[in-house]
């Protein structure tokens, strides 16, 4: 029964259970059903012949190039920080560039998180329970300033912003020379 199974019945199969799915999963799924032919051709009956491993399926189901992120270079991400005036813009840029902190992890920060260098993050995206951040003596002393300054209590956000209010921070730079 399954030697009498055919690659266009297998192409209708995948199109069936594929509709308005993303690459990545037609691909994923193509890759099982391949990889369970080839199971049962290596483990039952060398003669069944896969009905996936044919070029058509492959082209149709091959692997998509990533898109490649545009990486900046240090003195541009330097020039970026330095230039931004807000103090809290700042702050937020250069923990996220020299503590390596995704924003969300920088909004959640709390005054008691912090311990001369080192940030605790409850909850971080790792999925752990916690984990902990090393930022520069200069960007710690800014923070424990800025916190100092607008009177923050430990238990309360360092930054009063929401994840879609931070995303729109203005740096204001003056063009670069040609």
Known sequence: MLE???SDEVLTFLTQINKNTKQTTKRLRYSLLNAFFNLIKNNMDENIPNP????MLRKIFRNVRGVQWKIFEKE???EII???ENI?????L???A???MRIGEVLKIRPRDIESRKIILHDPKSGREAGVVFIPQKVADRLKEYIRANNIDSDQSVFSLTYGGASPVKVHLTPFPC
């Open 4 to 6: 009498s199974i055919t």
């Open 52 to 55: 996936c491993d044919t070029l």
């Open 76 to 78: 541009i991400i330097d």
């Open 82 to 84: 330095f230039k931004t």
């Open 88 to 92: 809290r813009n700042r702050l937020l």
């Open 94 to 96: 250069e923990l996220m």
């Open 98 to 100: 020299r503590g390596g």
